[in-house]
Structures are given as C-alpha cells and as structure tokens.
Nanobody, 123 residues
C-alpha cells in the first residue's frame, strides 16, 4: 500500500490550503482515512478522519469549522481543505489508511502512513 500526500506549503495566517492524499494498493472505499499532524517537538496529533463511504467525519476541536475532510473513492483520494489557517496549524501533515471501514481518532487504528507534507503558516 502506498500513500502520496501533496498540497502543503507556506501560507499566511488566515489563508487556505488543500491537501491531497492518493492511495494505491488497497480497495480504497473499504477503509476509513485519517489526517494527522506533528509539529516540531510535539507528539503526533489527530486532525480529521472519514469513514470508508465518506458519510461520517470527525475533527479535533481546534480545527472544527475551519478544516474539512472529504474523499473521492473513484480517485482513491482523500482531501483536507484547510481554511482560516493559524500559526499553530504549522506542522507536517500525514495521511493514513485505517484498518477498518469506520473513522477513528486513534493512530493505532491506522496501519499505513504517507510520508507527510509540510504546512507552514506565517504571520
């Protein structure tokens, strides 16, 4: 299974970015997907997750109302639309394929991880 994340970059506070993650080697629609992030010196943090069919989503409180996770099962791709970015959103963002159809906030429920894409928010 391979995951290729893209879409990171440098953006000013208040701006937007859209991350994408293409998955190959697994029947994409059968598994939940998640986005996690890790800032320098900090532990990896759950950001958002989505069920296999896309009907159920979950977010960490700090991004609710600003980030939207979605998926296109025909394209084997999961997205993270990030709006109203804040300095504290700066981190390496990684996508992950779940072990199950349902969404999950727990990193242990994911068994394949992408390489990560850097998101830097400047003032």
């Amino acid at each position: 299974v391979q995951l290729q994340a893209s879409g990171g970059g440098l953006v000013q506070a208040g701006g937007s970015l859209r991350l994408s993650c293409v998955v190959s080697g697994r029947t994409f629609s059968n598994y939940g997907m998640g986005w996690f992030r890790q800032a320098p010196g900090q532990e990896r943090e759950f950001v958002a997750s989505i069920s296999g069919a896309g009907g159920s989503t979950d977010y960490v409180d700090s991004v609710k109302g600003r980030f939207t996770i979605s998926r296109d099962n025909a394209k084997n791709t999961v997205y993270l639309q990030m709006n109203s970015l804040k300095l504290e959103d700066t981190a390496v963002y990684s996508c992950a394929v779940g072990r199950y159809f349902r969404r999950s906030v727990a990193s242990n429920d994911y068994d394949y991880w992408g390489q990560g894409t850097q998101v830097t928010v400047s003032s």
